[in-house]
């Protein structure tokens, strides 16, 4: 009987290259075996590491791991076998998170180029169904694709019965029986729904494998314009953008745009829901600030024309005595040291650099946050300026504006790094020693 040709499938998929290095998983259900005899078709024995997880659930788990021993003995190719101990928690989940965890460590230290899993195209329609009914959105279905990361599935042209069809008379399997079991909302899917839906289209699988390709190609073209979009002006994570580049923007492309500040900045999924996007439309030009939750802790914040993502605000730091060396103020750093005047001078001219008069031994000076009725006296300015005013004319966020350090000698306002140095304590010709304090903000100003 013909050897099934598998190799010939991983070679359309593109994903697999002569030459290439990978570990692949193998069950010893028919996809893995599949994979594995496909693979040994295309790269050499010694390019080849089998991964097996033995995770002694069944009674007869010792019979799978003797057949995949075997088959790997009969090819040439190295075996890895790995035992699961006890499960813990979900054991679905607890199961996949060993297997992945496993073959991640073994490409890693192995230096192999992928991990390969024998995922076909029926688990990726039975997946696509089950997250249409859990999880609201595009994103959650378009999980599955021929490459994540360094994980391959290049098996996806073909459908589970295709793959037992091909396999019969070749090559021996195991059938795991869990996967029958209707506990399980997937093997649902696959024993009852998918079934039903090819009695009304045969085809129906591949048309939701087909429909699953087009919805990937939109949303890889929407995030491609959204960043671009972004890019004009974006300084990257965690920083906030002008709220004129959502000008002229489709809801699909804003909604994008939003997710990749946010996820950047949070460094975690986000759900950007058509909602929210709705209603971020509506605050953008809003004169007054606007909040959206983002879930989390998190907000999308609408102010001064600018778009930020903003965790929890922190507690406004306590004050603090300016001391020689380091000072940390929230995520601000403050570095004081005494200089020459000449020096000084020279360092004139940044508006987060401050130079101040002071007794060489108690400079008595302290860094706090703004307080109710702060004023400042604005060195090139007549009379006074509240701190309220100061930071509403520089368009600071109000967000921001609480873990802001203001250097005062008792209750006069010294100091708002990167605002204003008041007419206190002026450098005078010949002072010496200088105090020389630089601020350096965990943001751009």
């Not at 509506?282 to 903003?310: C, F, H, K, Y």
């Not at 060396?325 to 508006?351: C, K, T």
Request: glycine fraction near 10%; include cysteine; charge should be negative.
């Amino acid at each position: 009987m013909p050897v099934p040709d598998f190799a010939e499938v991983i070679r359309r998929s593109g994903l697999v290259s002569p030459g290439d290095r990978g570990v692949v998983m193998v069950s010893g259900g028919a996809d893995s075996v599949a994979l594995l005899t496909g693979l040994a078709g295309i790269l050499e024995p010694a390019n080849l590491l089998v991964l097996h997880v033995n995770f002694g659930l069944r009674e007869d788990a010792g019979t799978d791991e003797a057949l995949v021993r075997r088959l790997c003995g009969d090819l040439g190719i190295e075996c890895h076998v790995h035992r699961a101990g006890p499960p813990e928690g979900n054991t679905q989940a607890w199961a996949r998170e060993i297997r992945h965890r496993e073959a991640e460590q073994l490409r890693d230290r192995g230096g192999f180029d992928w991990v390969a899993i024998g995922h076909n195209r029926t688990d990726q329609v039975e997946t696509f169904l089950y997250r249409l009914a859990s999880s609201p959105g595009v994103r959650p279905l378009l999980t599955m694709g021929p490459r994540s990361g360094q994980v391959i599935r290049p098996l996806l042209e073909l459908s589970r019965e295709q793959i037992r069809s091909m396999l019969e008379g070749a090559f021996p399997w195991v059938e795991d029986p869990t996967n029958e079991n209707p506990a399980y909302a997937r093997n649902r899917i696959r024993l009852e729904v998918i079934p039903e839906l090819e009695k009304l289209n045969p085809a129906a699988q591949s048309n939701i494998s087909r429909t699953w390709e087009e919805l990937c190609e939109d949303d890889a073209t929407l995030a491609e314009i959204a960043n671009g979009r972004l890019l004009e002006e974006w300084e990257g994570p965690g920083a906030g953008v002008s709220s004129r580049l959502f000008l002229g923007q489709q809801p699909p492309v804003v909604r994008r745009m939003l997710r990749i500040l946010a996820e950047s900045t949070l460094d975690r999924p986000v759900s950007v829901t058509p909602d929210l996007t709705r209603q971020f439309l509506q605050l953008r030009q809003n004169p007054e600030a606007s909040s959206l939750d983002l879930g989390g802790g998190a907000s999308l914040r609408i102010e001064t024309g600018m778009v930020r993502v903003l965790e929890d605000e922190p507690a406004a730091p306590g004050p603090k005595r300016l001391v020689e060396g380091e000072l940390a103020f929230g995520e601000w750093m403050i570095q004081a040291d005494l200089v020459g005047d000449g020096q000084a001078r020279s360092e004139f001219g940044s508006s987060l650099n401050g130079f101040f008069d002071v007794p060489r031994t108690d400079w008595g000076l302290a860094v706090r946050p703004r307080a109710e009725g702060d004023r400042i006296n604005p060195l090139g300015m007549e009379g006074s300026k509240s701190l309220q005013d100061l930071f509403t004319d520089a368009r600071i966020p109000a967000s921001r504006r609480s873990a802001w350090p203001v250097v005062v000698l008792d209750k006069t306002v010294l100091w708002v790094p990167g605002l204003a140095r008041s007419r206190e304590l002026l450098v005078g010709e010949g002072t010496n020693p200088v105090l020389r304090l630089q601020a350096r903000p965990p943001f751009r100003i």
